[in-house]
Every structure is written in structure tokens, then in C-alpha cells.
């Protein structure tokens, strides 16, 4: 599970706000010298959109076999990139490949109106991996014309027609996943997960006859494939060498050998190789067993994640986009935060859960600060900023998991962003100060109990199916809500500071709720257009749990809803109330995941997740018209460049920063497409 994933999510954005002190005016010139060469975090802003760069801090310290791997690994993520594009729609690859061919090829006036919207457009299109919102699933709108961009094909000689072309302007395939209630959801959504006239009972009624070998172990079936109809026949089209994607995933192998041959240890490239055999083969199982080994392959520098995982973008929850991450291990950090990976027991013990769905035994959950080195598919340019894999409930009870901060992300986040927008929204200034001292420390801590604590705990009841399975197209949202519900709980708790943690946990606590309400009932509302639904798994689960302790705490008054000078705020009078309407919230939670209990689920999200109050909407749009930074934010990766000597062997890799959004865009285009643009 991804914290874009808790807050790829919302933090994922500028929403995560920078809490340091403005510079001086005053700076002397030695110091202002200083400032020209600081590392400049931000590319662009363009749309709803903000484009930034992160460094990988420590690329130095790693041996010349160690940044090898890095660099074989990046390139196997890279070459994966196509597929996401095509899992997101399936004409994403004709249009991009017409797109840029303009922006490159046209000579004529680029200093309108109308080229500016193209460019724009194409920005954001490359953002989005496709022609919907990265987050919202909305289609893009241009802001040009049919006509003209049919003068733009024309002038370059480049053909885009039929369905891929009138797609651009029309009502066709709004919603790149459709979420909505008493709806088929799989007919209605566009990404490329299933084939024409292929319905919700179609994917359900073919699942339902797949049995895995060992039931206690079911198999993530779904996961690699597209499900198609040919001649009225539900057919699988796997993801592998030789089948669906086959072309690009030739590619990932080849980078993934590159990768296995210069392996730290036994156990990394044992699991590397299961990876290998599972993309020539598409093989479940071997799925699986890649997944156990690459839980436990815990020893190195180096770790990274590859391959069909997430499965936010399937409606139904059970096929992988494709993504690819690249993490360096930050060493002090990682042992300044293992401290709750080695506590995990006794979260669980003292959680609010029944004690039947309580882990008896909570095994192999360890967590690492990383520095990433590379990102592609689904996890870039929007990326996580939290990781806690492997999804398979099995896996994660009888072997462990791993979970991951981005610390370099989270960097790049504070060190680009300002503290306007916050000033506009928190109540009063003993809001604002306890974000300021202690916002980002209280956002670091969530994030590692969301991923370290909240996706490891918890059990099913025997013989209840997968999420997947009994909670449906409601799953992703509840198991978000449930880990950040764990993490909710404990930030108000003195068993961080007895852990050395922090130095005030109540001071924290107090500034994680304010954030967490703050953001749920408020800030993110500036993501929608007035007047949509909450669609997006994490938004919704941040509202559902937001809206939820809000109405059942109103008889203490636990959180007040303030109008002053026409403007709304929400102020938690009681923070230990609240503290335990978080834990009867996790216990709830819980119940319906472990009973499978879709009525209560639905009923849920339904009554606290989707609705929005259009008049805190509207003020809320009004009040953020005054802001220039843009509401979600994204990156460009480094460019990793190896040196080699007169027989082709790599002397050195030396990280370079690409100087421009567009310019990265095409470089990938060029160098990484190994797809045809219709498979």
C-alpha cells in the first residue's frame, strides 16, 4: 500500500506544508553567494500542477557495484514506463506519441493563446501518464479547439483520427475510474484493465470460479492481466514475455539481469531472480514466491520495488498498475524510526481492536527512511511518499512486510513549499504555532505508523475472503482509512515519547489532529471542481474518517465548527475525546474487514466520503483563489549518467538534474518506448 498512500495522498501535494523560517532581507553578501548555489527544489508550475526536483543524498558513500544496481534497476523501471500509459487508456500511447510530435515539429506561432493551452495541455497530460487527472480521474479538458488542433496536425504532418482524436473534446471515457455507487463501475471506467462490454458480474462471476492451491494462501489473482471478451468468452491476457506488454517487459528483464549480476548478497538476488522468472512467465505463484523472498532480503544498501502492484486504479481492486521505485537506505534515520517496527507487538496488544481480530503474533515488519533514486509507472511524476509491501494478507501474516518513507521526497516537499495557504485555514495562532514546531515531525510519525503499524495489523476472521472479494470497489478506501486510523490513534500517546520518538507527544498529537481534520473537512476540498463527489480512494478515507468523528463527537463538542468574517474553521476543543472517537472509529473499522461486512462498509463511505458540503466547497475554492502554489506537486527524477572506459565497462555514474519538465518528458519518450501504440 502507498502513502500517496496516506498522503500521496494529500501530502503528496503542496499540502504538505514547509514549516521553516523565511530568510532574512538582510543577508549579508557571503550568505546571499550561499543562496545562488542552494539547491533549487522547483522546475515549473503550470495548471493545478507544480513540478519539483529531489536530490539523493549519500550517492557518493555507495560503492561503484552498489550505484551499478541502482542505475540496472532504474533503467528496468524506465523501460516499464509504456505500460502505464496504456493500463491507464488504452489510445494514451497514439495521442501522446501525436502530441509530441507537435510540440517538437511545429514552426508556426507559438506566442497565443491557443498554443499556450496546447502546451499546457501536453504538460498535463505527461503528468497524469495519460488524458486523466493523475487524482481526480476526471478527463483533461483542453483549452483549444478541434479545429485547432487539426491546423497543429495538419502543419506537422502527423495523424491523430477516429476515437483517439474526437476522445480529446467529447463525453466519451470521462472517468478514468469510476467509483460511483449503483453504477457498473467496470463499464463505466475508462482505464484499460478490461476489454469492451466486459461489467462488474463479468469480472465477478470470472473470479469466483478461480480456486488457489492452498486456500490459506490465495493467489493474487488478476493482478497481471486485462480481462477481455472474445466471441462472448471471458479470456485473461497476461502480463509477460511473449504475452501482453511483452516488448517492454523483454526490456525490463534484460536491466533486471544487469541488476541480479551485481546483487549485494544472496537473499537480494535470489528474489530478483523469482522476479525475473515471474515476468517471463506471468506465473501467480511465483509471484508470490518473489514476494516472500523479497520480504525477507532485509540486508543492504539498496532496495527497490518493481513490477504490477497497486490496485487503486482497478474499480473492482484487482489488477496492478505498473510501478517502479528505487531506494537507498538512510541509516540514521532508518534506526532512529525501527524503534516501532521493533514495537509493533505491543501496538497491536493495546489497540482498540476486538481481540479476535488482533495479531497474536505480528511478524517481519520492518521499516526503513530511504533515499530514492529513481521513480516510473504509476509512481512518478505523482509519488508516494510511504510504501508498505507486500499487499497480500496472507504474506503479511505469516512473513512480515516492508515499509518505506521517502525521506528525500518528504525533503523536497518542505524545502520547495511556503506556509500562506496554511495561515488562511487553521483556526488561531496556537494552531499555527503547533503546526510550525511540530507538523512535519507529526507528519513523518503518521506516515510511519500508517505504513509500519496500520497496513501490518488486524486479521481477517477465518474462512472471509480478500478485501478485494467481500468489500469490493470499497476496499482500497477502507484499508486506507483503517492504517490511518492506527496511526490517528497512537500519535496521541505517550508510548512515543516513552520510545524516544519525542519530546512532547501531547504537543504532537495536538498538531496531527488539527492537520488531519483541518485537511479532511477543508483543504483538500480545493482538489475538486464545486460540486463533484469525492472519487479518489485516499481523499475519500481522509473525509469519511474526518466527517465521522466530527458528528459523533458534536453532543461534547469535541470539534467546533467556527464561522468568523464569513469564514469557516473547525477547532478540536477535547483532543482526548477525540483520541477516543479514533479508537472506536479502528475498532469498527476493523470489524468490517475482518467480517467482510459490505453493507456497513458502503454505508460508511457512502454516508461520510463521498458528499461534499457544496458551501464550505465554494468558500473554500473562494479562499484559495489568493495562492499561487499550485494544489498537487510532482517530480523529475535525476538523471543517472555512467562513464565507461575503452571496453564499455562502467568506471563511474555521476547524478545529474534535468533542467526542464518538458525536457525529461521527451527523453523518455525517446529512449524508453517499447510499446506499439495499440496492443
Not at 495522498?9 to 499540502?15: K, M, R
Not at 490459506?216 to 479470456?235: A, C, H, T
Not at 537480494?268 to 515471474?278: K, M, N, R
Not at 490517528?488 to 498538531?511: H, I, N
Request: hydrophobic letters at 35%; proline letters at 3%.
Amino acid at each position: 500500500m502507498q502513502l500517496k498512500t496516506i498522503l500521496s495522498i494529500a501530502l503528496v501535494s503542496s499540502l504538505l506544508w514547509a514549516c521553516g523560517n523565511e530568510k532574512s532581507e538582510t543577508v549579508n553578501h557571503k550568505m546571499a553567494e550561499k543562496e545562488v548555489v542552494k539547491f533549487d527544489y522547483n522546475v515549473e508550475q503550470f495548471a493545478d500542477i507544480k513540478i519539483l526536483r529531489y536530490q539523493i543524498p549519500g550517492w557518493e558513500n555507495l560503492s561503484l557495484k552498489e550505484q551499478k544496481l541502482v542505475y540496472y534497476l532504474t533503467q528496468a523501471g524506465l523501460s516499464g514506463r509504456d505500460i502505464m500509459w496504456d493500463q491507464n487508456y488504452r489510445h494514451n500511447l497514439t495521442i501522446r506519441k501525436a502530441l509530441e510530435k507537435i510540440y517538437t515539429t511545429f514552426e508556426g506561432d507559438k506566442t497565443n493563446e491557443n498554443w499556450n493551452a496546447f502546451e499546457a495541455y501536453l504538460k498535463r497530460v505527461w503528468f497524469s501518464n495519460g488524458i486523466h487527472h493523475h487524482y481526480s480521474n476526471d478527463k483533461l479538458k483542453p483549452g483549444f479547439s478541434p479545429e485547432y488542433l487539426k491546423t497543429l496536425l495538419e502543419a506537422t504532418q502527423t495523424t491523430l483520427e477516429g476515437e483517439a482524436f474526437a476522445v480529446l473534446f467529447n463525453d466519451k471515457d470521462a472517468k478514468k475510474v469510476n467509483q460511483a455507487k449503483g453504477v457498473d463501475n467496470v463499464a463505466l471506467s475508462a482505464v484499460n484493465f478490461y476489454g469492451p462490454n466486459v461489467t462488474n458480474a463479468d469480472v465477478e462471476s470470472f473470479y469466483k470460479t478461480k480456486v488457489s492451491p492452498n486456500p490459506e494462501k490465495p493467489l493474487s489473482f488478476g493482478l497481471n492481466s486485462q480481462l477481455v471478451k472474445e466471441d462472448g468468452v471471458l479470456k485473461e491476457r497476461v502480463y509477460k514475455s511473449g504475452g501482453l506488454y511483452g516488448e517492454a517487459i523483454d526490456e525490463i528483464i534484460k536491466w533486471l539481469e544487469f541488476a541480479q549480476g551485481v546483487a549485494e548478497n544472496k537473499a537480494q538476488g535470489d528474489a530478483l531472480g523469482l522476479l525475473i522468472e515471474y515476468y517471463k512467465t506471468g506465473d501467480l505463484q511465483t509471484w508470490d514466491d518473489y514476494n516472500v523472498a523479497w520480504t525477507g532480503a532485509t540486508e543492504g544498501n539498496i532496495d527497490y520495488i518493481n513490477s504490477f502492484i497497486e490496485v487503486y486504479n482497478d474499480p473492482l481492486g484487482y489488477r496492478g498498475s505498473y510501478e517502479s521505485i528505487i531506494q537507498i537506505n538512510d541509516f540514521d534515520m532508518s534506526k532512529k524510526m525501527k524503534v516501532l517496527s521493533d514495537n509493533a507487538q505491543w501496538f497491536e496488544d493495546h489497540s482498540t481492536l476486538m481481540d479476535a481480530h488482533k495479531k497474536k503474533n505480528v511478524v517481519g515488519v520492518s521499516y526503513k527512511v530511504v533515499s530514492v533514486a529513481g521513480e516510473a509507472g504509476d509512481a512518478s511524476p505523482s509519488t508516494p511518499i510511504g510504501v508498505n509491501l507486500p499487499n497480500a494478507n496472507w504474506i503479511r501474516a505469516a512473513v512480515g512486510s516492508k515499509s518505506v518513507s521517502l525521506g528525500n521526497i518528504i525533503n523536497a516537499y518542505n524545502n520547495a513549499g511556503g506556509s500562506e495557504r496554511l495561515k488562511e485555514f487553521v483556526n488561531d495562532q496556537e494552531e499555527l504555532e503547533l503546526e510550525e514546531k511540530y507538523g512535519q515531525l507529526a507528519d513523518k510519525l503518521h506516515t510511519a505508523l500508517h505504513e509500519v503499524i496500520g497496513h501490518a495489523s488486524g486479521q481477517l476472521n477465518p474462512g472471509v475472503g480478500e478485501t478485494k472479494e467481500t468489500l469490493k470497489n470499497y476496499a482500497s478506501t477502507l484499508e486506507e482509512g483503517r492504517a490511518d486510523l492506527v496511526g490517528l490513534y497512537y500519535l496521541y500517546d505517550p508510548k512515543l515519547q516513552e520510545l524516544g520518538l519525542v519530546d512532547d507527544w501531547k504537543s504532537v498529537g495536538k498538531a496531527a489532529y488539527d492537520g488531519y481534520i483541518r485537511n479532511g473537512l477543508m483543504t483538500q476540498l480545493i482538489r475538486l471542481n464545486l460540486g463533484d463527489d469525492v472519487e479518489e480512494a485516499h481523499m475519500r478515507n481522509r473525509q469519511w474518517v474526518s466527517a465521522w468523528v466530527f458528528e459523533k463527537g458534536k453532543a461534547d463538542n469535541v470539534i467546533e465548527k467556527i464561522t468568523r468574517d464569513g469564514k469557516t474553521y473547525f477547532n478540536i476543543n477535547d483532543y482526548e475525546k477525540l483520541h477516543d472517537l479514533f479508537g472506536q472509529l479502528l475498532r469498527e473499522t476493523q470489524r468490517i474487514k475482518s467480517e467482510g461486512d459490505f453493507a456497513a462498509c458502503e454505508a460508511l463511505v457512502e454516508g461520510y466520503g463521498v458528499k461534499v458540503d457544496q458551501d464550505i466547497h465554494a468558500e473554500v475554492l473562494e479562499r484559495n483563489k489568493q495562492f499561487t502554489s499550485a494544489p498537487y506537486s510532482g517530480f523529475v527524477n535525476p538523471v543517472l549518467v555512467p562513464e565507461t572506459d575503452a571496453n564499455g565497462d562502467i568506471t563511474a555514474i555521476k547524478v545529474t538534474q534535468p533542467e526542464t519538465f518538458d525536457g525529461q518528458m521527451l527523453n523518455y519518450s525517446k529512449n524508453y518506448s517499447f510499446l506499439p501504440e495499440v496492443n
